[in-house]
């Protein structure tokens, strides 16, 4: 994977492009209709009908980029944390919705277990934005007691959604969403969530963490790191990320691009 040095996005690249949003605030677009949760528990299923799909002609992201992004074998399961809303349609690509934060494009392919694209493969994403939040949540990043809450779901109290999208793969299983580099919060590395349906069947859901040379760039720009109370965890210290994936990040027209394989056993 590229090495973040002095090519690397300068601080006023790395926020450029985005709506200004003070420190500790956020912008988001208002509750439209979130999509029908079809069942509960631990691993949710959403109503998948209407999900728009994601268009090829606007790719970031290239083939090559995913033949580093992770071997092509089985995705492993991890948890799906509190935080999951099967989020309304009207997003599409641009999910970060006015958010400040590093520009990022998150560009995910969903393979089977040959290998081979899984064409219209629903993938539901979600991250918290630059400073811990996630939408949806009035949650306070900088508490010490969210690591113990990470396993149980929380039902939306806050009627904004951003950073949240979904998708249908195209005939390459690429989906890609334009969004911003997550910030962190109490108890978790840092990391974005995925989920993957084949109809409303939910086949994977997991998360993927970033590579830590990256971090120390990012969270040195004040909106990430000024005034937090929480402590960022390693990697190494995160045991639900070690589960999950690795998103490979590189520099690409003024913005940072991940990627990650998804398998799924069809």
């Known amino acids: 994977m590229k090495q973040p040095g002095k090519s690397a996005l300068t601080r006023r690249g790395m926020l ?11 912008a988001g677009s208002a509750l439209a209709a979130d999509r029908p949760m079809i069942s509960g528990g631990s691993i949710s299923g959403c109503e998948n009908a209407g999900v728009a799909a994601s268009e090829m002609s606007g790719r970031i992201a290239t083939p090559a980029n995913f033949a580093r992004a992770g071997r092509c074998e089985l995705s492993r399961d991890t948890v799906e944390g509190p935080y999951f809303i099967c989020t309304d349609t009207m997003n599409a690509r641009n999910i970060a919705q006015g958010v400040m934060g590093t520009p990022m494009t998150l560009s995910l392919r969903v393979t ?7 064409p219209g493969a629903i993938v539901d994403v979600w991250q918290c934005d630059a400073r811990g939040n996630y939408s949806g949540h009035a949650v306070n990043p900088d508490s010490p007691n969210l690591a113990r809450q990470r396993g149980r779901r929380r039902e939306p109290d806050v009627p904004t959604r951003f950073l949240r999208g979904v998708l249908a793969a195209g005939a390459d299983g690429i989906v890609e969403f334009d969004a911003i580099y997550p910030g962190f919060y109490g108890g978790r590395a840092v990391h974005t969530h995925y989920k993957v349906h084949v109809g409303n069947t939910a086949f994977l859901t997991s998360q993927a963490l970033y590579p830590e040379e990256w971090h120390d760039r990012i969270f040195n720009c004040p909106l990430y790191s000024e005034g937090r109370g929480a402590r960022r965890v390693l990697n190494a210290d995160d045991s639900f990320g070690r589960s999950g994936g690795l998103f490979t990040v590189r520099e690409r027209g003024g913005r940072l691009l991940a990627t990650v394989n998804l398998s799924i056993r069809t």
């Open 16 to 26: 450029t492009g985005m709506a200004s949003v003070g420190i500790g605030t956020a």
């Open 112 to 118: 089977d277990q040959a290998c081979g694209p899984v």
